[in-house]
C-alpha cells in the first residue's frame, strides 16, 4: 500500500469513526429519554415476569457491538461495500430536529398503550376486510401500526434509537452476502425482490452499491410503499407491488436474490412457513434466500434474557416462537438447504439456497 493509499484510508476510517460516534450518541440518547418515558417493564401493579435465562451479560453486550463496526468497516475497507449512504449524506438540523420531537411525542403514545395494552388500535371495520389479522396490530405499540404516513416518516428513527445507531450497520452485513451471489454476473442481469420493504431503507443501500439490478419492492402497507417510493426515487430499475409476503402472485421462478429484513419474527408461525415456501417458488434455480432478523436463543447466550424480555416491553406476540424457531428445519420444510450463517450483534443474516 503507497503512502497516499495509507494516508486516504486512514482519513477514511477516522471519518467513518467519527461519524459512527455521533450518531450513536445520537440515538444512545434518545433511547435513554425514551426509556424513562416508558417506564419498567412491568406494568404498574404486576409482578415482573420470571426470567429463564441468566442474567445480561453486559460485557459481551459492549463488545459484540463494537464488533458490529470493526465487521462493518472491514467491509467498507476492502471494498465489499461503499462508506454507508447516512454517512456521505450531509446531516441537516432541521431534520433531525424534527424527527427528534416527533419520536419523544410519539413515545408518550407508545407509554400509554403498553400500560393499556393498546396493541389493536388499528383493527376495525374500515382495516378489517382489507388486512389479514395477524396485521392489524400495534407491532411495539406504535401508533397506527403499519398503517399511516406518519408511522413510516418515524420508523427508521424508531428502529435505529431501540438499537442505539446499530440498525443500519447490522443491515449492511447482508451485503457481503449479495456480493457473493454477484460474483461473475451482471447486476443488470439480476432480479431481487425485498419481502416487507418497509420504508425502503435496505433496498436504497443495496441499490447505492449495485444500481443496476432490477428490484422489486414488496409490502402491504400503501403507507409504507408509498415511503419507500420516495426513498428509491432516484433509482430507475424498481417496481412497488402491494402484496402479502405470504402470497405475493408474483410469477415462479422469477427472482435469482429474495430478502427478508426482520419480517418473519412478526409473522405468525403458520405465516411463516408460507411466506418461505413463497419464497422458494419465486426463486430461479441456484437462486438464495437472505433472511435478515434477530438473533435467537443460544446464539449469544449472554444476550439471551434481551431476547426474552423484548416481547414484554413491546407489542411482539411471535418474536419469542421466532427465537426458538429451528431455522434450518423451517427451511428445510420449505425446499431450502441452508449455506451460510453471520451474526451482527443484536442481528443474524442467513442464507439459504432453493434445494
Known sequence: MSLATSATTGAKHAFYGASQLARVAW???????????MGPIARPGEAPAADAFAPLDRERLKQSFRELFRADWSHIKSGAYKMPLELRRPPSLSR?????????????????????NGHSEVMNEETAGKYPRYYLQ?????????????????????????????????RRQALPFIRRALAGRDPASIEL??????????????????????????????????????????????????????????????????????????????????????????????????????????????????????PRGFHEPYYDSYCRLDLAGEFAAAGFEKRDERLAFLTKVTAFAKA
Open 138 to 170: 400495534n407491532f411495539h405499540f406504535q401508533t397506527d401500526g403499519w398503517l399511516s404516513a406518519q408511522s413510516a416518516d418515524r420508523y427508521d428513527m424508531q428502529v435505529e434509537t431501540l438499537f442505539t445507531g446499530a440498525a443500519a450497520a447490522m
Open 27 to 37: 440515538f444512545t440518547g434518545h433511547y435513554l429519554a425514551g426509556r424513562r418515558k
Open 193 to 310: 425482490l425485498d419481502l416487507g420493504c418497509g420504508a425502503g431503507g435496505f433496498l436504497e443501500t443495496v441499490l447505492d452499491n449495485w444500481p443496476g439490478i432490477k428490484a422489486s419492492a414488496l409490502d402491504l402497507s400503501p403507507a409504507y410503499l408509498g415511503k419507500a417510493q420516495t426513498t428509491l426515487s432516484k433509482f430507475r430499475h424498481v417496481r412497488f407491488i402491494r402484496a402479502k409476503a405470504e402470497a405475493s402472485g408474483l410469477g415462479d421462478a422469477s427472482f435469482d436474490i429474495i430478502t427478508a429484513v426482520y419480517l418473519f419474527h412478526e409473522l405468525p408461525p403458520k405465516i411463516r412457513l408460507e411466506t418461505a415456501r413463497e419464497a422458494a417458488r419465486l426463486l430461479k434455480p441456484g437462486g438464495i434466500f437472505l433472511l435478515v432478523d434477530t438473533i435467537q436463543y443460544g446464539d449469544e447466550p449472554g444476550l439471551d434474557t434481551l431476547l426474552e424480555n423484548f
Open 96 to 116: 433531525l430536529l424534527t424527527r427528534s420531537r416527533d419520536y419523544l411525542r410519539d413515545t408518550e403514545n407508545v407509554a400509554r398503550r403498553k400500560y393499556a
